[in-house]
């Protein structure tokens, strides 16, 4: 008698997970893996249960289930390998073997039938899922008689009819930079090569670097205090939780000894929810004026830096850098316009932790616009921190404009093709310096491929409509440009302040 192990053995985790897996993306890219002939019979429900949001319900019929525990019992049966001790390879009860392994077979069966009825499902219906559903294939079963029956939430795009788009009329801002602004530019681009002395006389403008202790009062209640800030003067300022939208016109003409207050408003999402959104005053002492002296403009420097060798050649680069940002700042204008035009007629609500999921891949796409405009790392971060100011407001509107023209796209059937992502990974590495496969690698590890494509589509979607559109220019105007923003570390408000009872700040003492 063969008194070997049985060879059958139960699915691990591993049929779980590898459903889990699939499933993230069955709705939007199924595989063909069930032959047409062998289509499950199966009903689907599917129901709204809140904006952006549909519960689906799936009842697949038990003729589909019975066949494939029929194939792999009989498989069992007439296996040459010992199935149950005791009895011969081939000569065990078919009875007992499905005793035995009815509960390994049964996860196995699940995840083919769930792969199935998922691949089906995404062929059959027409289901816009934003992210994987709130499903778990471990927490469902194959009954033993009856149906099998599993259902889950998924978040959708907002259904909506697009209002005519081409030849809508737009504004477009325009500008000739002149001498002064491209020495300015200039200066902003030598200051990391530059060296940091006093200023005389030591009156603070734009670009100038100023040290000061900061103290933050709410409702004339003083609640933190920051000593020796060193800030450089941009239009805003950025602190880790809050924004100063005026701070180089509040700071500008300040010297040593003077005492200038500046209002900042606090992000709405600071742990301290009674301050959400609220102004606080920040009165700077100011202690010190400096000024970067630029640096002497070598050959090695303009080589090794900005990969060109004369003063000239620098000079039509910053030009070119300009010019790139009037041109971000054209579309973002259109892009805006575009928005408000064409989402006009659509009611939008999308729920709020929906825009918490997606603020990281909306704040990603903002930064590649950013960096398909030419903008350093500092630039970048500082406009990053305005954004994440209301981070709920911001996804909303890049929401907003996503849908519209993803829905566009469809209806022009534009679409990005691998090459095109492949070509934009190879214009941000020549950009950056960097080569192809360190940016494709980090785009990886860091889950952007999918901002890259996203960027892409709404970019030509985008093209398609400003190519059809009708123009009125206007001069731009300073005002309307997006100013640079400083940025510091520190934050307004301590992780100890929360306000009391009428909306005064407290300590907490730690008792």
């Known amino acids: 008698m063969a008194d070997e192990t049985p060879t059958a053995e139960a699915p691990k985790d591993d049929a779980t997970t590898t459903a889990v897996a699939e499933l993230d993306g069955a709705l939007t890219d199924a595989q063909t893996a069930v032959d047409a002939a062998e289509k499950l019979t199966q009903t689907v429900d599917i129901r709204d249960v809140g904006p952006c949001k549909k519960h689906v319900k799936v009842t697949v019929d038990r003729g589909a289930i019975d066949k494939r525990f ?24 078919r009875k007992m073997i499905e005793k035995q392994y009815y509960e390994s077979v049964a996860q196995e069966i699940k995840s083919q039938v769930l792969m199935a009825s998922l691949e089906q499902l995404a062929e059959d219906q027409t289901i816009a899922p934003l992210s994987p559903p ?56 030598l200051e990391p090569y530059g060296q940091l002395v006093p200023k005389e006389p030591p009156v603070a403008e734009l670009f100038d ?35 100063a939208a005026d701070f180089g016109t509040k700071m500008s003409g300040a010297k ?39 640096p002497e403009l070598t050959q090695e420097l303009l080589e090794e830096s900005y990969g060109v060798s004369t003063p000239e050649a620098f000079t039509e680069l910053v030009q070119a850098v300009l010019e790139r940002r009037l041109e971000y700042t054209q579309r973002r204008s259109a892009r805006e316009q575009v928005l408000e035009t064409i989402s006009a007629a659509a009611a939008w609500e999308l729920p709020q932790d929906m825009l918490r999921k997606q603020a990281r891949k909306t704040l990603a796409r903002k930064v590649m616009e950013m960096r398909n405009a030419g903008m350093d790392d500092d630039q970048i971060q500082g406009r990053r ?20 023209l993803q829905k566009v796209a469809e209806v022009e059937k534009i679409e990005i093709e691998e090459e095109d992502i ?58 309307e440009e997006q100013g640079e923003v400083a940025t510091v570390e520190q934050a307004a408000l301590p992780e100890a302040e929360a306000p009391a009872e009428g909306g005064e700040p407290k300590t907490d003492s730690g008792s």
Do not use: C, W
């Open 70 to 93: 029929n194939e792999k019992f009989t498989e069992l049966t007439r296996s040459d390998q010992p199935q149950v001790r005791g009895f011969r390879p081939g000569k065990a009860p």
């Open 209 to 243: 670097t100023i040290t000061a202790d900061v103290t933050i009062s709410f409702q004339d209640k003083e609640i933190n205090k920051l000593s020796e800030v060193q800030v450089k003067v941009e239009p805003q300022l950025a602190l880790s939780d809050g924004i």
């Open 385 to 404: 921190r305005v954004l994440e100011q209301d981070v709920l407001k911001t996804t909303a509107d890049a929401l907003k404009e996503h849908f519209v």
């Open 256 to 294: 040593p000894g003077d005492v200038r207050v500046i209002d900042i408003t606090l992000s709405q999402e600071t742990t301290v929810e009674q301050l959400r959104g609220q102004k606080v005053q920040a009165t700077f002492s100011v202690k010190d004026v400096k000024m970067t002296r630029p």
């Open 134 to 189: 709130e499903f778990d294939p471990s927490k469902v079963d194959i009954p033993k008689e009856g149906p099998f029956i599993y259902e889950f939430d998924i978040e959708v795009r907002p259904e909506f009819e697009l209002p005519a788009y081409k030849g809508i009329k737009l504004r477009r801002p325009i500008h000739t930079y002149t001498a002064a602004e491209v020495e300015a530019e200039k200066k902003r681009l």
């Open 422 to 479: 492949d070509a934009e990974i190879d214009r941000i590495a020549e950009q950056s310096g960097e080569s192809f496969r360190k940016v494709k690698a980090r785009l990886e590890k860091e889950d952007l491929i999918e901002a890259v494509a996203a960027d892409l589509l709404e970019r030509k979607a985008l093209d398609m409509i400003i190519a059809n559109a009708t123009y009125e220019d206007y001069e731009l105007k300073a005002s």
